[in-house]
């Protein structure tokens, strides 16, 4: 497993912009917002990606996926003034081609990365396609096994490549994330992240936590609008924080303090923890006992933890109640 210097995390445009370009624009511009490290677009081609009847999935069924992907996908111009404004803002552009055509369109573009989407980790000849162009790519594994998840690791072999545990459930609930999936894909020689498509933050957090670097999140103006990534969607109050605690936990994962170097908390120290006190008045001679000193703030004379210098001694002299002891004051 490799990984990166800091977290880069994807924000998933997919089809929310609706085949509009001014959508398209915004989203971008509210990915940088909201601190993404680069935007994904897909490209469908649809005369080259799908049957004219193909069924839909289960959680989008108002239109024709045939009819979709014409009505919403972008032009080659239009691509490339999305790539333009991406690197303006000083975001990566990646785009999941679904066919051998859109890829050789993309390559033309020169985007930054290739996202292989699930259901194209068996499409073999796409594959050997995009590794040909020795860019980065980005391979969901959500619907596929341990043996096709290796068959496409070696089609792509190259350094670039990125593998990301996925699901592919809309929305994915807690218990099917797959960290342990994500563990095995440790013994690969790349970098590992996560597609997530849960709700909320906590799924991120634990793959960051156990070695990912790679985080995409889809990303909406809302979660009502029309389409098949919306609902499952982050907007984008819970983008900007979702990037935060990402950032976080990344911070936290790859920073180590060392525990005996506690000078910085000398002041600290004084305040909170105890010495030791008379618990009420001492007379000459008498002997130190936990009946007779206590353990309060501050620790400014005798450590709470040396008590047992004092249990047994006796005093040199008459003390008041609260007295802070000290070594002077006692009979050696």
């Known amino acids: 497993m490799k990984r990166l210097k800091k977290p880069f995390l994807i924000a998933e445009v997919g089809s929310v912009h609706d085949g509009s370009f001014g959508n398209a624009c915004k989203l971008i511009e509210l990915s940088k917002e909201c601190g993404a490290s680069a935007v994904k677009f897909q490209l469908h081609d649809a005369e080259n990606e799908t049957i004219k009847n193909a069924p839909n999935p289960s959680y989008f069924k108002s239109e024709k996926r045939f009819d979709y992907f014409k009505r919403t996908s972008f032009n080659s111009q239009q691509l490339f003034n999305l790539k333009k404004l991406s690197h303006k803002l000083g975001l990566k552009f990646i785009v999941s081609p679904f066919s051998i055509e859109a890829a050789n369109l993309l390559r033309k573009l020169n985007i930054d990365g290739y996202k292989i989407a699930s259901g194209e ?13 020795k860019k980065n790519v980005y391979l969901s594994s959500g619907m596929s096994n341990y043996k096709e998840i ?4 070696n089609i792509l072999n190259n350094s ?46 634990s793959f960051i936590a156990n070695g990912a670097s790679v985080i995409e999140k889809h990303i909406t103006f809302s979660k009502k609008m029309y389409g098949s990534d919306a609902s499952h969607s982050m907007e984008p109050k819970e983008f900007k924080i979702f990037s935060k ?73 008459k003390l008041k109640k609260d007295y802070k002891l000290k070594f002077k004051d006692l009979k050696i």
């Not at 980790?121 to 162009?133: A, D, I, R, Y």
């Not at 809309?170 to 342990?180: F, R, S, V």
């Not at 996560?194 to 991120?204: E, K, P, R, V």
Request: glycine letters at 4%; aromatic letters at 10%.
């Open 121 to 133: 980790v068996t499409n073999h000849p796409l594959l050997e396609v995009v590794s040909s162009f």
């Open 150 to 153: 290796d068959q496409a690791i």
């Open 160 to 205: 670039n490549t990125t593998l990301l545990q996925c699901t592919s459930q809309y929305p994915c609930p807690a218990e099917k994330i797959g960290l342990n999936v994500f563990n095995k894909f440790k013994k690969y020689d790349c970098v590992l992240g996560l597609s997530d498509h849960s709700i909320g933050i906590a799924a991120a957090v």
């Open 245 to 317: 605690e990402i950032n976080d936990a990344f911070k936290i994962y790859q920073t180590n303090i060392d525990k005996n170097n506690i000078k910085k908390f000398s002041k600290m120290r004084k305040t909170f923890q105890k010495s030791i006190y008379t618990k009420n008045s001492i007379d000459k001679d008498e002997i130190f006992s936990l009946e007779n000193i206590s353990f309060k703030k501050p620790d400014t004379g005798i450590s709470a933890k040396l008590y047992k210098k004092v249990i047994g001694k006796f005093s040199k002299k």
